[in-house]
């Protein structure tokens, strides 16, 4: 018999083992990584917005999506007129295209003038980030280019804290082969390859941290447990920054699959980290809740090609879960809603 192909082969498991759902968090959320998209854009996409969150356990929604300007005073228009009002808050963006003469100064007043409207904080700015955007000369502006220190100064004097995606994971950058964790993903999804000649991961990292390490005085995220969930070792020595801070969105795969490194982690770095999702696909927030507040073993992750390994709880104490779900958030978002959270 011909052995079936990767995508066919789905064994059912024969383990018997207990199974908690978790359809809502334990405690109310901030998804500090949330892409509502165009359902910011109408009453109607408010209200089904409303009803996930509701479902969910999710308490506040940050839209990071680079909203500046008209658009930002636009959608914080219509979320006040909703019965979302206090419960989606929205990050500004920063026009990295053409750094050069004049550029910091514009940089600036708009980020000032989209603070004054009610942005929370600066967000996400994207991936392309070090590897593509070019300077006014025509350079590759570099994620530590000291052009750029005027606006990550003004973010710290504004008390903003500035949320940051580098690179894609290590594996797009390597050899697509039998060996990659990740050929499935990069087999289906051939534009996610990295290919030969761009910045390698290495050197986004080395350029990430040492933007992190010029401003101690700027609150740092580092999107997507800065793609080193899989080394928390050397992801540990990232959050030794006293200014660093990281978020879940889209890593739960390599948190479930080392639950008790992971838990002792997450404690041991309970006051660094957020909960994010990215996407928003309401279905797959479970998984998230079940992974941090359950011991249960082996369970499927929600995107196969992701992850063909299974999942296990990391059963995180309540004062943890409290702080990577809301408080955490908080603490570095000064413009977030303070009241009514639980203590």
Do not use: C
């Not at 789905?10 to 978790?22: A, G, M, Q, W, Y």
């Not at 000369?137 to 710290?156: K, S, V």
């Amino acid at each position: 018999m011909a052995p079936p192909s990767i995508l066919d082969y789905r064994p059912i498991s024969t383990l018997v083992r207990v199974e908690h759902k978790v359809p809502k968090a334990k405690y109310p959320a901030i998804d500090f990584h949330g892409h509502p998209q165009a359902l910011l854009n109408s009453a109607e996409g408010l209200a089904s917005l409303k009803a996930s969150m509701d479902s969910l356990n999710i308490g506040l929604m940050i839209a990071a999506e680079n909203q500046s300007g008209d658009r930002l005073t636009r959608t914080l228009s219509l979320v006040n007129a909703s019965p979302l009002k206090g419960r989606v808050a929205v990050f500004t963006g920063i026009d990295l295209q053409n750094v050069g003469p004049g550029w910091a100064e514009r940089a600036v007043s708009r980020l000032e003038t989209d603070i004054r409207a009610g942005a929370v904080g600066v967000g996400e700015v994207g991936k392309q980030f070090g590897q593509t955007v070019r300077k006014a000369n025509g350079q590759r502006l570099r994620l530590d280019d000291p052009e750029l220190d005027p606006i990550w100064e003004a973010a710290a004097r504004l008390g903003v804290p500035v949320f940051i995606h580098t690179a894609d994971p290590a594996e797009f950058y390597k050899p697509m082969d039998m060996h990659n964790e990740r050929w499935l993903e990069l087999a289906l999804f051939p534009g996610r390859r990295i290919t030969e000649g761009q910045v390698p991961f290495d050197s986004l990292m080395a350029e990430r941290d040492n933007l992190f390490r010029r401003h101690p005085k700027t609150i740092f995220i580092a999107a997507h447990l800065g793609w080193q969930a899989n080394d928390l070792a050397k992801l540990g020595k990232l959050l030794d920054l006293p200014n660093v801070y990281t978020e879940v969105g889209a890593v739960l795969y390599d948190i479930g699959r080392q639950p008790r490194a992971a838990h002792d982690f997450f404690v041991k770095y309970q006051d660094r980290i957020l909960f994010g999702k990215d996407s928003f696909q309401p279905e797959e927030y479970p998984y998230y809740w079940r992974v941090f507040e359950t011991r249960d073993d082996y369970f499927d992750y929600y995107r196969d090609y992701h992850a063909f390994w299974k999942l296990y709880g990391i059963d995180l104490p309540d004062e943890v879960l409290k702080k990577v779900y809301y408080k955490n958030a908080l603490r570095i978002t000064k413009g977030l809603p303070q009241a009514g959270w639980p203590k």
